[in-house]
């Protein structure tokens, strides 16, 4: 269970598409380390990292959206934030308990399709707005 970056998911900021890249190498860091039995504290070391570089790059997307004037900005942060929660919410989650089979499905579905979804989503639509109003901006 690993997810790979594909040219389909790319937006066209190269910020933006590097910080997608590295929160899939994140995310399927953390399912091998679950799938392979490794320490348990390796396995939350994991999800830190994951947790915490999901909120740096949602902070570094916030704002370009917002120095952009994307008008669909409060809702794709309070996307953000509730996943924010969710993933504050596993990694407690997984501390309190054994990473049986059905946890780490658990976690391969909530994090890894979330941003698979989100990326081909909500992302794909804040970056065409973004480019069109770049393209808008430039003089003819």
């Known amino acids: 269970m690993s997810f790979v970056w594909s040219p389909e998911l790319a937006t066209g900021n190269a910020i933006i598409d590097s ?13 091998s380390a679950c799938q392979i039995g490794r320490e348990r504290q390796e396995v939350e070391r994991t999800m830190e990292v994951l ?24 809702a794709h942060k309070q996307l953000h934030d509730d996943f924010k ?17 059905d946890f780490i499905s658990e976690v391969y579905i909530t994090i890894g399709e ?11 639509k804040m970056a065409k707005y973004i480019q069109g109003k770049a393209q808008s901006t430039r003089p003819h």
């Open 19 to 31: 910080q997608h890249k590295q929160l899939f190498e994140a995310a399927s860091a953390l399912f």
């Open 51 to 74: 947790a915490q570089y999901t909120i740096q790059h949602f902070a570094d997307e916030e704002a370009l959206q917002q120095k952009c004037g994307y008008p669909h900005y409060p």
């Open 85 to 101: 929660i969710t993933v504050q919410a596993l990694a407690q989650k997984m501390s309190r308990q054994d990473l049986t089979a």
């Open 114 to 124: 979330w941003l698979l979804s989100h990326f081909k989503g909500e992302d794909l």
